[in-house]
């Protein structure tokens, strides 16, 4: 076998060895937090899915390093859950939403989802920076929960959102959530004094991700009455113009970051792509 072959071979066997490692660590977290995580829903495909994303996003990262982004990324699984598919009324909604931004200002959790985030809040508060930035991370938490309510009415209400309004309401997808959790306690010095131009970045890749989860989870959204943009009249062409004009506009925001910060850029892109492989889906949006 030729070098850069070998080299390439051994790359992808450290990168699945360290998504297997993270996602032991998961696994730890969901029998830590009872009753959040039902096997129904959160089984052995959606721990290694999650977890291979996130390593084949930074595979030079070790499993340490990316405990924080895994974390995140599963406590945001979880509360989508709580919302979409336990939350009966919009005053449970709108209590959940409270209860998180309480405990993201320093109060004592009171349930499961609210004692899983007070951990990941107190693991971020290891980093120094994370004083200076608690703000900015609350913020997008706040954006994320509002996200989340905002689309529980619509389905409610069974209202139909434009395209354009859909997509603004991306954060509730948590991708940019999870990004910020990541950068905070990973980041180099150049992304974290910048992390408001990388929330820009981080967003368009989240409205990409908004649109091709849906893509992918359709039939999954239908048989379970979930909000999809596939079912709000939109077509799947519309669907496929949009997913390539944001997958081109995400690529030029991207370029200029990888002169600062290699690795931040690189984890952007990956997002796009590994996402959009693993659901056997084009990075530029789904076949007519």
């Given at each position: 076998?030729?070098?850069?072959?070998?080299?390439?071979?051994?790359?992808?066997?450290?990168?699945?060895?360290?998504?297997?490692?993270?996602?032991?660590?998961?696994?730890?977290?969901?029998?830590?937090?009872?009753?959040?995580?039902?096997?129904?829903?959160?089984?052995?495909?959606?721990?290694?899915?999650?977890?291979?994303?996130?390593?084949?996003?930074?595979?030079?990262?070790?499993a340490d390093r990316l405990k924080v982004v895994n974390r995140a990324a599963l406590w945001v699984m979880a509360v989508d859950r709580l919302v979409d598919h336990t939350?009966?009324?919009?005053?449970?909604?709108?209590?959940?939403?409270?209860?998180?931004?309480?405990?993201?200002?320093?109060?004592?959790?009171?349930?499961?989802?609210?004692?899983?985030?007070?951990?990941?809040?107190?693991?971020?508060?290891?980093?120094?920076?994370?004083?200076?930035?608690?703000?900015?991370?609350?913020?997008?938490?706040?954006?994320?929960?509002?996200?989340?309510?905002?689309?529980?009415?619509?389905?409610?209400?069974?209202?139909?959102?434009?395209?354009?309004?859909?997509?603004?309401?991306?954060?509730?997808?948590?991708?940019?959530?999870?990004?910020?959790s990541h950068w905070i306690y990973t980041a180099d010095d150049w992304s974290k004094a910048h992390l408001r131009d990388l929330r820009a970045v981080s967003g368009l890749?989240?409205?990409?991700?908004?649109?091709?989860?849906?893509?992918?989870?359709?039939?999954?959204?239908?048989?379970?009455?979930?909000?999809?943009?596939?079912?709000?009249?939109?077509?799947?062409?519309?669907?496929?113009?949009?997913?390539?004009?944001?997958?081109?506009?995400?690529?030029?925001?991207?370029?200029?970051?990888?002169?600062?910060?290699?690795?931040?850029?690189?984890?952007?892109?990956?997002?796009?792509?590994?996402s959009a492989g693993i659901n056997g889906i084009s990075a530029y949006g789904p076949a007519t």
């Amino acid at each position: 076998m030729p070098d850069a072959e070998l080299a390439e071979a051994f790359e992808l066997g450290r990168t699945c060895a360290l998504a297997a490692e993270c996602g032991r660590d998961l696994r730890r977290c969901a029998q830590m937090y009872g009753g959040l995580f039902p096997q129904a829903a959160f089984d052995g495909e959606f721990y290694n899915a999650l977890t291979l994303s996130m390593a084949f996003s930074a595979p030079w990262a070790t499993a340490d390093r990316l405990k924080v982004v895994n974390r995140a990324a599963l406590w945001v699984m979880a509360v989508d859950r709580l919302v979409d598919h336990t939350a009966t009324t919009r005053e449970q909604v709108n209590r959940l939403t409270r209860e998180c931004l309480s405990v993201a200002d320093g109060a004592v959790p009171q349930s499961a989802a609210t004692r899983f985030l007070a951990d990941l809040r107190d693991e971020l508060a290891t980093v120094e920076e994370f004083r200076d930035l608690r703000w900015l991370w609350r913020d997008q938490l706040a954006r994320m929960l509002a996200g989340m309510a905002r689309a529980w009415v619509w389905r409610d209400t069974q209202a139909a959102p434009t395209l354009a309004r859909y997509l603004d309401n991306a954060d509730s997808r948590g991708s940019c959530f999870v990004d910020l959790s990541h950068w905070i306690y990973t980041a180099d010095d150049w992304s974290k004094a910048h992390l408001r131009d990388l929330r820009a970045v981080s967003g368009l890749v989240q409205r990409y991700l908004h649109l091709l989860g849906d893509v992918a989870s359709y039939r999954r959204d239908m048989s379970w009455g979930d909000l999809n943009v596939l079912a709000l009249g939109v077509s799947r062409a519309e669907v496929r113009d949009a997913m390539a004009e944001l997958a081109g506009e995400a690529s030029r925001l991207i370029e200029p970051v990888r002169a600062r910060s290699p690795r931040t850029a690189t984890y952007l892109r990956r997002q796009i792509g590994f996402s959009a492989g693993i659901n056997g889906i084009s990075a530029y949006g789904p076949a007519t």
